[in-house]
């Protein structure tokens, strides 16, 4: 028989906790401590030592703040050289039964979730166009990690670019590759 487990809303640092409360109900999880012996300051926001576990909530700051991405690439290299194996979930998707599965490996939970993946929020919500360049890569490869989900995403981006009357800018990055060439080739001439 499958445990049932909900949150309302979007899915956010708070609720992952409560979530994983469910989705591992023998483990304990540290919530936003330091790891003894790991050498950085950066904390994971939950770690689980029986599991070796390591679930990161990734708001939009780790696709649109260079820092943030090379911290999060610093802090994956020492924890898993540690033995942690280190889970990111996106901003942009939520927890339903498939992403545990995915995630996890875990089949006796049922996720009963209001709330879609993709770029849904009205308010204040980071789209694509404000993505770095190492943000870009990293939405993109995890679209093609996460195929089951793609199609929702993908949808989200539509319906932003319709509410923005078509306007593509106002939600995915502009093509700027041939700007990027000619900068570096000013630099290496300099």
Request: net charge negative; aromatic share 12%; proline share 4%.
């Amino acid at each position: 028989m499958k445990r049932a487990i909900s949150y309302e809303g979007y899915l956010d640092e708070t609720k992952l906790g409560q979530a994983l409360a469910g989705i591992f109900p023998d483990y304990e999880f540290i919530h936003d401590r330091a790891v003894p012996g790991a050498g950085i300051s950066n904390r994971p926001d939950y770690r689980c030592e029986e599991l070796k576990l390591m679930v990161e909530f990734d708001g939009y700051q780790h696709y649109c703040q260079i820092d943030t991405i090379f911290k999060d690439r610093l802090k994956d290299e020492a924890y898993t050289a540690m033995g942690y194996r280190i889970v990111r979930i996106p901003y942009f998707v939520q927890l339903t039964t498939d992403v545990v599965r995915h995630y996890f490996g875990v089949d006796d939970v049922d996720m009963q979730i209001s709330f879609p993946h993709g770029f849904i929020a009205d308010k204040g919500e980071k789209l694509p166009s404000e993505f770095c360049s190492l943000g870009i890569i990293r939405f993109v490869t995890e679209l093609k990690e996460l195929s089951f989900l793609q199609g929702d995403i993908i949808q989200s981006l539509r319906a932003k670019i319709h509410k923005y009357d078509g306007d593509k800018a106002r939600v995915l990055p502009v093509d700027a590759s041939c700007y990027c060439e000619e900068l570096n080739c000013l630099i290496d001439r300099n």
